[in-house]
């Protein structure tokens, strides 16, 4: 969808060790002590199993890809507006991350728990005229993940850009109906859900 830039404004995208968590999801807790025995980790296809190695910020057009971890399952995308980053779980294991373009001002990206209504690898915007490669369709009124040329200072007008490279294979791997987490800061970690409730359509 349409870019614009954000008026002098120049973003970090801080990759934290953490992912992204529905709202209702607790607050991180405390690293247990050294001596404490790790928690088992759910069979659940919607609880962490594992995430990427990745050291240190994703810089803005870049992102990781690898399905090597990504046994056959449900596949939800987590979004975290706060940390510009999206990552994807298949299974329970995350195969992909990326830093992300989102919206601002009146045109917020919204957050919530949204499935994929529509999937279209040649979609064009009938409200800017824009492209919006390999769209991920998730609100009525057109909120959707694209690819999109992701870079410092610029944002969309409500949707979540991802570089077009990663929402090829973003588009490959998703169906309609599977789901989009998107919070404002919230993170979960290994061992904890993903998602702890059926999504519903937005408008």
Not at 152 to 160: E, P, S
Not at 175 to 197: L, M, N, Y
Request: glycine share 10%; with cysteine; aromatic share 8%.
């Amino acid at each position: 969808m349409l870019l614009w830039q954000v008026g002098g404004e120049v973003f970090s995208v801080a990759r934290a060790r953490l992912r992204p968590a529905i709202a209702a999801a607790p607050a991180p807790r405390p690293a247990p002590a050294a001596s404490a025995p790790q928690r088992p980790v759910d069979d659940s296809p919607f609880v962490v199993k594992s995430i990427l190695k990745i050291d240190g910020p994703i810089k803005y057009g870049q992102f990781y890809w690898d399905e090597s971890k990504g046994a056959p399952g449900p596949t939800v995308i987590t979004v975290d507006l706060a940390a510009r980053t999206l990552s994807v779980f298949r299974g329970g294991h995350e195969i992909g991350a990326t830093a992300i373009l989102k919206g601002y001002g009146e045109k917020p990206t919204p957050l919530g728990i949204f499935p994929i209504m529509e999937k279209d690898a040649d979609h064009v915007s009938n409200i800017y005229e824009a492209p919006m490669p390999y769209m991920l369709r998730m609100t009525n009124d057109g909120v959707s993940i694209h690819g999109a040329n992701v870079r410092k200072g610029y944002a969309t007008n409500g949707c979540v850009g991802v570089p077009e490279e990663f929402a090829k294979k973003l588009f490959a791997v998703t169906k309609v109906g599977d789901r989009i987490i998107v919070t404002d800061g919230k993170r979960i970690g290994v061992g904890d859900p993903i998602v702890v409730a059926d999504p519903a359509p937005k408008s």
